[in-house]
């Protein structure tokens, strides 16, 4: 199935997806370390079921070094040994802000101790934005049915300079 829409050839969805793409671009030069930026950022797309995101993130990821196993393992988190604590708090606090109509309360006290623990103040507002766009970037995929499969390593930072 084709894309329904192409959000880069329309004048004002290009717009927004540029003005996003700065957003998002303080939290890539934000201290959140750049293997968790993907990691939460591929969890949220897997939630989401947005595989354009998912391909993305996954093949970014890769390209930065993190390991396949890793990878293969976002998914179960809960039940894999290859997540630091610090990993574990940011994709307990994705999953739970992607989710946020699940729970009365959306992220609990409990995750959120575990990311103050983890994390200073400038990764928790960076992680707390990411979670935020990332979510919103499957939205906009999702809406449109853009497709997994295609992306290639610095494609979207490329289309966005």
Request: net charge negative.
């Amino acid at each position: 199935m084709d894309a329904r829409f192409n959000l880069f050839d329309n004048e004002i969805a290009a717009k927004f997806a540029k003005r996003f793409a700065g957003a998002g671009l303080v939290v890539h030069q934000s201290p959140l370390p750049k293997s968790t930026q993907e990691l939460v950022s591929l969890r949220a797309s897997q939630i989401n079921g947005c595989g354009w995101c998912i391909d993305m993130h996954t093949k970014e990821a890769a390209a930065a070094g993190e390991t396949a196993v890793r990878l293969n393992l976002v998914a179960a988190w809960r039940e894999s040994t290859v997540f630091t604590e610090a990993e574990q708090a940011a994709l307990a606090l994705a999953e739970e802000g992607t989710r946020l109509a699940d729970v009365h309360d959306g992220v609990s006290d409990e995750t959120w101790a575990r990311v103050r623990k983890h994390y200073d103040d400038d990764q928790i507002g960076a992680l707390v934005c990411l979670v935020a766009l990332i979510n919103a970037a499957n939205r906009l995929a999702v809406i449109v049915h853009q497709r997994g499969g295609s992306y290639e390593p610095g494609m979207f930072a490329a289309a966005i300079n």
